[in-house]
T-cell receptor, first 112, second 117 residues
Framework: DQQVKQNSPSLSVQEGRISILNCDYT??????FLWYKKYPAEGPTFLIS?????DKNEDGRFTVFLNKSAKHLSLHIVPSQPGDSAVYFC???????????FGKGTKLTVNP | GAVVSQHPSWVICKSGTSVKIECRSL??????MFWYRQFPKQSLMLMAT?????????EQGVEKDKFLINHASLTLSTLTVTSAHPEDSSFYIC?????????????FGPGTRLTVL
């Protein structure tokens, strides 16, 4: 049973436009969410996180929105750049467990 | 710059041999280190959690006698794949949890590509 789902395996956007990556979760005990970016044959790089006490967190071009009632979060990248092309993983953390549960990832391609 | 290193970055070995992968946190002390495995086009699957000085906690379905984890210090954890077989071929990634500045989160290593012939 997948507790963290990224239903879109891939997404393609034009440079300069907004990229929206979605993530759904089923475990209501998750209270901290993270987005990681991963290039092929490299480890994931931490991008941005959000606590369940917030509904929005912004860092430069990256904004994460959390809708607890819908158990849904999204990562917005604006404006998108070709260098943003990578696989993006959504991860969830249950308070005190220290274990991250990852989605399967969404491959983002930003076309020049 | 990198905050977690892994060595080697790739390794090819014969079936039946053992392979050791090192994971180091470079500029912080890691309270906990994690070992993940990733198959092509799949998510990262947590294999085990290790705390310095204590036995690792393995996830369900992961053979502890096959995947030996040693967390010798607050900056070093090793994963040894014993008697490796072709089905063990995968991308192994470690992460270290600790505090760097204001952030307390997991930082991932670059991964190790294991190919068992």
């Amino acid at each position: 049973d997948q507790q963290v789902k990224q239903n879109s395996p891939s997404l393609s956007v034009q440079e300069g436009r907004i990229s929206i990556l979605n993530c759904d979760y089923t475990n209501s005990m998750f209270d901290y969410f993270l987005w990681y970016k991963k290039y092929p044959a490299e480890g994931p790089t931490f991008l941005i996180s959000i606590s369940s006490i917030k509904d929005k967190n912004e860092d430069g071009r990256f904004t994460v929105f959390l809708n607890k009632s819908a158990k849904h979060l999204s990562l917005h990248i604006v404006p998108s750049q070709p260098g943003d092309s990578a696989v993006y993983f959504c991860a969830a953390d249950q308070g005190g467990s220290e274990k991250l549960v990852f989605g399967k990832g969404t491959k983002l391609t930003v076309n020049p | 710059g990198a905050v977690v290193s892994q060595h080697p970055s790739w390794v090819i070995c014969k079936s039946g041999t053992s392979v050791k992968i090192e994971c180091r946190s470079l500029d912080f002390q890691a309270t906990t280190m994690f070992w993940y495995r990733q198959f092509p086009k799949q998510s990262l699957m947590l294999m085990a959690t290790s705390n310095e000085g204590s036995k690792a906690t393995y996830e369900q379905g992961v053979e502890k006698d096959k995947f030996l984890i040693n967390h010798a210090s607050l900056t070093l954890s090793t994963l040894t794949v014993t008697s490796a077989h072709p089905e063990d071929s995968s991308f192994y990634i470690c992460s270290a949890r600790g505090r760097r500045g204001a952030e307390d989160t997991q930082y991932f290593g670059p991964g190790t590509r294991l190919t068992v012939l």
